[in-house]
């Protein structure tokens, strides 16, 4: 034999990182990656947690930073924030027995409400009042809805409602 057909014979050398690589399966799965969402706050990552009222998405970094957002589709959105359009605080959606609606945060500074509607405050500010110049608002009463005036008690200016409108007094 010569000294080309012996080196044939002998067997190549191999390290072992290339033999671990070469005897995997070929059956794996990669997956799409991960997104990593951040707290806008304190640069922290953010993680989505299961709460009492479903899905939401928090900071890793609690209780030292409190940021969280509601869980949309898998990705973090932050909930709207609604101001108050008489002292500029923020709107919070409450509950009472069976009625929802909107309330001002400086209660009882400001004891504005706003009724719900689609999980946002109503927007009423096309209906003016006529005793004062601010603009009225729906609010259910005991017996039905009706419309108020946005500065009660200052002004007790009220009117009937007829399937979500104001139904106007007939001028004298």
């Known amino acids: 034999m010569s000294r080309d057909d012996q080196k044939d ?7 072992a990182w290339e033999q671990e690589f070469l005897s995997q399966d070929s059956s794996g799965y990669i997956g799409a990656p991960s997104k990593r969402y951040r707290c806008p706050k304190c640069h922290g990552v953010l993680q989505l947690k299961k709460g009492k009222n479903g899905s939401f998405w928090g900071c890793e970094n609690y209780p030292s930073c409190d940021y969280s957002a509601n869980d949309e589709d898998g990705r973090p959105v932050r909930a709207k924030k609604y101001f108050c359009p008489l002292c500029g605080g923020q709107l919070r959606k409450k509950s009472h027995k069976d009625n929802t609606f909107w309330g ?6 400001c004891k504005l409400t706003l009724e719900d509607f689609n999980g946002e ?13 601010h603009y ?3 609010k259910k009463g005991p017996k039905d809805y009706f419309w ?4 009660y008690p200052e002004c007790k200016h009220t ?3 007829d399937r979500g409108c104001p139904v106007p007094r007939k001028l004298r």
């Not at 001002?104 to 500074?109: A, D, G, H, L």
């Not at 108020?148 to 500065?151: A, D, L, Q, S």
């Open 9 to 15: 014979s002998k067997p190549a050398k191999v390290d």
């Open 104 to 109: 001002c945060s400086n209660y009882p500074e």
């Open 121 to 133: 405050p109503s927007s009423s500010r096309k209906y003016p009042c006529r005793a004062c110049g």
């Open 136 to 138: 009225l608002v729906r």
């Open 148 to 151: 108020g005036c946005i500065k």
């Open 159 to 161: 009117l009937a409602d």
